[in-house]
């Protein structure tokens, strides 16, 4: 069996969770907790970077990040499940990085709240952090998003990963993102995987 390192929060860990249920994989993982900051954690050793997900391979081998994983378990379960041909396969590609992005800077507004004092705080990363969120989620309320089904192409699991980390840090942005915030929900309703993988509050 192989073994997903990840945690409970991580919108990148939901990602392959979700990815996994999706292609019908998910009996094949084992998911274990990891604390990348602790230095005792194994994760070091088994991503040098220290960053989850990371996925364990049956022969011990070991995949990062969650655009690998997602990759591998799409070729492990045929190919072109949730990754298509080209030509698709680039705009489906595209979303995932717009969305990984967009998850990355919120994640950097939340660590320069939680490793450093509000006195030493700086407005100006704060800022050109949230900048790269709003153009993004700008951006994507004026797009056509994909498709509910059942069965999303990775694009569309890693925005509604994005937009589930948001509600559980930044939960204020639905009101300036209608046409997301009715698509998550969507997303939600059509695949049961969101709502079982969501992080606690």
């Known amino acids: 069996m192989m073994i997903l390192r990840s945690s409970a929060a991580s919108p990148f860990g939901r990602k392959i969770k979700i990815a996994a249920a999706v292609l019908g994989l998910r009996d094949r993982l084992s998911i274990e907790m990891t604390d990348t900051l602790d230095p005792a954690d194994t994760i070091r050793d088994q991503n040098p970077l220290g960053k989850i997900p990371a996925l364990i391979l049956e022969d011990g081998s070991v995949l990062y990040d969650s655009r690998v994983i997602a990759d591998y378990l799409d070729h492990l379960a045929g190919g072109q499940k949730i990754i298509p041909a080209p030509p698709a396969r680039f705009e489906v590609l595209r ?3 717009l969305a990984d992005g967009i998850t990355d800077a919120a994640i950097l507004r939340v660590y320069e709240a939680r490793f450093r ?5 700086e407005p100006k990363w704060i800022e050109h952090q949230t900048g790269k969120v709003d153009r993004a ?3 994507l309320e004026v797009s056509e998003l994909p ?7 990775l694009g569309a699991i890693a925005l509604a990963c994005t937009l589930g980390y948001l509600d559980l840090r930044a939960p204020g942005w639905r009101p300036d993102y209608p046409g997301l915030a009715a698509w998550v929900d969507g997303f ?3 695949v049961p995987a969101f709502a079982g993988t969501r992080p606690p509050a």
């Open 95 to 97: 979303l995932q990085a």
């Open 147 to 153: 498709a509910q089904t059942p069965s999303p192409h």
């Open 188 to 190: 939600e309703r059509a």
């Open 117 to 121: 004092t509000a006195d030493k705080h």
């Open 137 to 139: 989620l700008t951006s």
